[in-house]
T-cell receptor
Framework: DQQVKQNSPSLSVQEGRISILNCDYTNSMFDYFLWYKKYPAEGPTFLISISSIKDKNEDGRFTVFLNKSAKHLSLHIVPSQPGDSAVYFCAASSRSGNTPLVFGKGTRLSVIA | EPEVTQTPSHQVTQMGQEVILRCVPISNHLYFYWYRQILGQKVEFLVSFYNNEISEKSEIFDDQFSVERPDGSNFTLKIRSTKLEDSAMYFC??????????????FGEGSRLTVL
């Protein structure tokens, strides 16, 4: 039962170009979405989030877009830097209570210098 | 910068043995979580804990699992009789607000459990 899907296990991008990581969800009750970044031998770290009342949230080089009708969100990183190379997890939650985050399987981003 | 710390970083155990994984959440956080990630798979929710009791648990968190906050700082996950399929990276997390819509979870670096 994959409520949060990241269909691309890996992505390679040239330094300076845009990285686009995609995430789809199936549970229409989800209304809060987060992206976490994970380096090897470290725990996930929060990157950026978006509430369902918005369709875009920007923080520096990172922008998250939400398309509720398509149940799809994406993370854009521009310009990509070698230090961005990590596994990126999409996560979702419902506002209705203290529901736990549901994570996708992650996408490994490699930014090539 | 405050952080969540976990010990041990790696534990190898024999099937059927008991394992305790320890976590020190960020000091002013009120909500505590355990997640796990089997190699190559997604990060899965195990349990959340607030006000000295479990607030939610997943199907994975069966009778073999238990959590405890024995003192004001530690938060432990116990697996009573480990199985091969318990081999995974176990992440502890904490947050100040229970609903993640206001506060993100802060994760520890993880404890890798290998069951032989």
């Amino acid at each position: 039962d994959q409520q949060v899907k990241q269909n691309s296990p890996s992505l390679s991008v040239q330094e300076g170009r845009i990285s686009i990581l995609n995430c789809d969800y199936t549970n229409s009750m989800f209304d809060y979405f987060l992206w976490y970044k994970k380096y090897p031998a470290e725990g996930p770290t929060f990157l950026i989030s978006i509430s369902s009342i918005k369709d875009k949230n920007e923080d520096g080089r990172f922008t998250v877009f939400l398309n509720k009708s398509a149940k799809h969100l994406s993370l854009h990183i521009v310009p990509s830097q070698p230090g961005d190379s990590a596994v990126y997890f999409c996560a979702a939650s419902s506002r209705s209570g203290n529901t736990p985050l549901v994570f996708g399987k992650g996408t490994r981003l490699s930014v090539i210098a | 910068e405050p952080e969540v710390t976990q010990t041990p970083s790696h534990q190898v155990t024999q099937m059927g043995q008991e394992v305790i994984l320890r976590c020190v959440p960020i000091s002013n956080h009120l909500y505590f979580y355990w997640y796990r990630q089997i190699l190559g798979q997604k990060v899965e929710f195990l349990v959340s804990f607030y006000n000295n009791e479990i607030s939610e648990k997943s199907e994975i968190f069966d009778d073999q699992f238990s959590v405890e906050r024995p003192d004001g700082s530690n938060f432990t996950l116990k697996i009573r009789s480990t199985k091969l399929e318990d081999s995974a990276m176990y992440f502890c997390a904490s947050s100040f607000e229970g609903s993640p819509k206001r506060g993100e979870l802060f994760f520890g670096e993880g404890s890798r459990l290998t069951v032989l």
